[in-house]
């Protein structure tokens, strides 16, 4: 799954071991439509604020798009560390685990 | 700013005393660009999935849309309380501390 | 509740509309148990890191102190909207206000 | 470092699995020091309410221990995934996936 024999993919990072599918590829569908979700729920904050619509009633849906967006977060961290470190860590490597950990800390913090 | 001749005003709350401007009126066109900005990131993020970006990369940009939506929450919270909550104690009352409070710590526990 | 007749208490801030009751002390023996709640909670972490407790385990019972010591953030947050923010609001003042939404901001990040 | 020859440790679960030194075994002296330096700052704070500390510096406090708590977290989570979870999936299990997913949700939404 790691060898550079996977076709190539759209991708931000440039090290060569990033060239494989994502850990999401499985959930892709359901990752897609819950983030599709959340715009429907910021689009939706526009048109309360547009309107006027006190304040708490908009918090309280700021809250649940908070919610939403932090659940995809753990939806592809969990899809990340079971394929992508897994797969790492049984090649003998440990770089994929800095990585995952410097993003759980961003996740935890924020 | 909360007699009953101003006008009426779209809201989900039935409470008469919701009856005046939301306290975010004078930062309406912020919150609303804000809004925007995190819509224009949920479709990037739907982008990005589509075209199987690394699962790290997403991740971070989640995190940096979550983040923008917790700053909204904070200036429509600081709006509410610098005008509703205060108009209300300055008027005697501690129901819109009540409300503020259980607003709060949604946003604490989230 | 504000007035210089007041008892001088301990405080750390210099300001001179300081001196006055803290919001929690009508919550103070509570405040003082829970406190004591969370120090046994992390002397009980120190055990079960002394003896090598199962790392999940231990994460578990961080999870509790820190939610544990959140809430008391919330109860004396409570009390100093309720009580000295409340009270600067009636007087005329908005420093309260802004100092704070500076500490909820704090906790909302953290 | 997973094998059954390890020593008989203090845990709690009780699966067969955990009978092996727990992932922070390199960092306890680390791990202990912070958690006392976590007792000191919930003792100065019983200290500061006790003496009618200003509301918002005990808030100040109380955010700083939770935050230390948190760091402490991410340790203990750092050293968990990178032996335990590491180990256990070149054994080519994927429960301490599982396991430790939770914990990082637990974390993420606390």
């Known amino acids: 799954m790691t060898t550079s024999t ?8 440039d090290e060569d071991s990033h060239h494989h599918p994502p850990g999401y590829l499985g959930d892709k569908a359901k990752v897609l439509a819950r983030l599709r979700r959340v715009e429907g729920q910021v689009r939706g904050l526009q048109r309360m604020v547009d309107e006027d619509t006190y304040c708490i009633d908009v918090l309280t849906q700021v809250s649940a798009a908070t919610k939403a967006l932090e659940n995809v977060a753990l939806l592809l961290l ?3 560390v079971r394929h992508c470190v897994a797969d790492d860590v049984r090649s003998g490597s440990t770089e994929k685990v800095d990585e995952a950990m410097q993003a759980i800390t961003r996740l935890v913090k924020s």
Do not use: M, N
């Not at 996977?6 to 990072?13: G, Q, V």
């Open 6 to 13: 996977t076709p190539p993919t759209e991708h931000r990072s």
């Open 78 to 80: 969990d899809d990340h």
